[in-house]
């Protein structure tokens, strides 16, 4: 009797680690990319970007993965983040599914720490956006702004490389 359990047991461990070595082979297969990451507006509440997700399966697999969380940084330093949700999307195999558009909030409070810096630079601002040779609000400013995202793909964490905004 020792000897089936010990069969048993030995039998249920292999099949857990091949089980788990399959979600992690899914999930290192899956293709993830921020699409379109923006700067929306600025009105009183503060600034607020938007983005939207990309999850592309090569496998012929479905995979299940949260809904992500999308990350401001700059130089590697927190802004803000979108709000994490218990929302699971099935990413079916073969497919690109994008998430819905994902809004992050800068409010001004985090703003006042940039506020002396931009207005020191107005002028030049002025100048370099009104010749010739334009250059964007944003290469002026030169305040990097970096957007990143989070999420779990078939319950393993995930966690994108920082890609620029501005």
Known sequence: MNKVVGIGIVGIISFAAYKLMDMKTLSDKLVSELVNPRLAKLDWNGLYFRTEVNIKNP??????ITKPVVTLTTNGKYITSSNPEQKKIVITPLAVTK???IELLV???VLSGYISDIISKIPELISKTSGKKKLTVSSVLSIPIEMSYSLYANNIYFESIPQKVL
């Open 99 to 101: 998430i819905d558009t």
């Open 59 to 64: 496998t012929q697999k479905s995979i299940t």
């Open 107 to 109: 409010s001004l409070n």
